[in-house]
């Protein structure tokens, strides 16, 4: 049998508020994009007592046994919802990890959103939302890769048709541990994110958003405050914001020629840091 190809896109946050914690858990709202960095999966049925999952590329070494793959498919296992078939996964990845990005997740809400497709399963909403939230608090927001605003009672409002951004991706040489990151967090803020609106979505509204964990990731690692001040001060047409719990920072400009400048300022003094010009999707 011949793999299926799947494109898994990168998951940036344009901004991120945390707004309570409840339990162990902290409530967040934040508006989401995904953008044109993506890892390659492929996926086919084989016959064998076992799936197996194969990493390749750039940033296939260190992911943990217990992938978030792995999670989904024993899951699906343990519900009988895949009949016993098997399947050898191959991913090809392009996403950085550690950089808020959401690689990991977003891996398995695509492989969840083709088992879906291809009617290799059946679920309802109900048992949609239970799976993913057992592999990852985002990985619901994979199944419907476009423009995105998270309340903090998990209500998804997606946006479609809007303006289209440039962003430049940095990630240094070190990753963030989420969890580290969100241990951090001491405040809390104000919802503004409470009523829906497109304009949520314009340039010049996102301009002025925030992410909370900036100030907690920079006081940690003060060289991303650095390489923030560094692209802001390239160029003052666009905005930088830290994507999730970082490492990554996302620069965003509505100009690709802006976009190229900046990348070609920041390699000048940036050499062995990794960045890519994406657009949103």
């Known amino acids: 049998m011949a793999y299926e190809k799947i494109k898994s896109y990168a998951k940036i946050n344009l901004s991120l508020n945390i707004i309570r914690k409840s339990q162990n858990l ?5 508006i989401i994009a995904f953008v044109s960095l993506h890892d390659v999966i492929f996926i086919k049925k084989i016959q064998s007592q076992k799936h197996i999952i194969v990493f390749n590329g750039k940033f296939s070494k260190n992911i943990p046994k217990n992938n978030s793959i792995l999670k989904l498919l024993n899951l699906l296992d343990k519900e009988k919802l895949l009949n016993n078939q098997k399947f050898k996964i191959k991913i090809d990845k392009n996403i950085p990890s550690k950089a808020g990005l959401g690689g990991g997740s977003m891996n398995a809400a695509h492989i969840l959103k083709y088992l879906i497709k291809q009617k290799i399963i059946k679920l309802s909403k109900k048992q949609i939302s ?50 580290d990151i969100y241990s951090g967090v001491k405040k809390f803020s104000k919802t503004r994110l409470n009523k829906f609106s497109k ?82 999707i």
């Open 26 to 30: 902290h409530k967040i709202e934040s």
């Open 199 to 280: 304009k949520m979505i314009k340039f010049d509204y996102l301009k002025n958003l925030s992410n909370s964990l900036e100030t907690i990731a920079f006081s940690r690692y003060p060289q991303l405050k650095n390489i923030k001040y560094h692209l802001e001060k390239s160029s003052n047409q666009g905005f930088v914001r830290m994507t999730g719990s970082g490492s990554a920072l996302v620069a965003y400009f509505k100009s690709k020629k802006i976009c190229d400048y900046v990348k070609k300022e920041f390699k000048k003094k940036y050499k062995n840091y990794w960045c890519i010009i994406a657009k949103t």
């Open 130 to 179: 239970s799976i993913c939230k057992s592999i990852g608090s985002d990985v619901i927001l994979g199944l419907n890769f476009t423009y995105s605003v998270l309340k903090s009672n998990n209500e998804i409002k997606q946006f479609h048709n809007c303006k289209k951004f440039y962003t430049l991706i940095v990630k240094p040489n070190f990753g963030c541990s989420t969890k």
